[in-house]
């Protein structure tokens, strides 16, 4: 293996680590600001002009966010679209919650996000459009037939994701329900994305197959 290879191969490896780094850094934040509130309150007392514990982690989310997306955009040369898209209603609905002092706009944030997602994505399959193809070609080379069902099912997930975060934070604290967006949440996905691989492994198209049918 030649050292350019190699340098491929531990790029690639470290890649999605950096990600996963760049989405977890801004709600490890946003956990740890409204966990410690109080005591980032009475440390720095400036913190207290934007009201209640979790809306002092909400503008810390936010700036964590903006860091997140800007780190992306030079370590990894890109922006992905969806934490984007997250970062940009984190910014609507963050300055909403913290401008009206109503923690009601952040705690639907993920309700808009995963909603907004999922109208896209089955949306799109209604125009015959299987649009996860879009955004996962460069990781995976699927048959229409497997984009197509990869993308009702993550339509369908997502919409599962908003009606979920709507159950939790109209019914139990603000405190449970930050726990379960960073606790629940993402295990939750972890675990539906490990149950997309043996559909991704029936559907992966052979690279050598692909540009036979193309020839």
Known sequence: MTDTTKKLTTEQKEEPFLKLAFELGPLMVFFFANFRGEWLMNTFPALSVFGTPLLVATALFMIATVISLIGSRIVLGNIP????VSGAVVMVFG?????????????????????????????????????????????????????????????????????????????????????????????????????????????????????????
């Not at 679209?81 to 984007?84: H, N, Q, S, T, Y």
């Open 81 to 84: 679209l969806m934490p984007l």
């Open 95 to 215: 300055a909403l919650s913290i401008w009206l002092q109503d923690e009601t706009f952040i705690k639907m944030k993920p309700t808009i996000v995963n909603g907004l997602f999922a109208a896209v994505l089955l949306g799109g399959l209604v125009f015959g459009r299987s649009l996860l193809g879009y955004v996962f070609h460069s990781a995976f080379r699927l048959d229409d037939e497997g984009w197509r069902k990869l993308t009702f099912r993550w339509g369908v997930f997502f919409v599962f994701l908003a009606v979920l975060n709507e159950v939790v934070w109209r019914n139990f604290s603000a405190d449970f329900w930050v726990n379960f967006k960073v606790w629940g949440t993402m295990p939750i996905t972890i675990a539906f994305t490990l149950f997309q691989m043996p559909l991704i492994n029936r559907h992966t198209v052979n690279p050598a197959e692909e540009e036979a049918e193309e020839s």
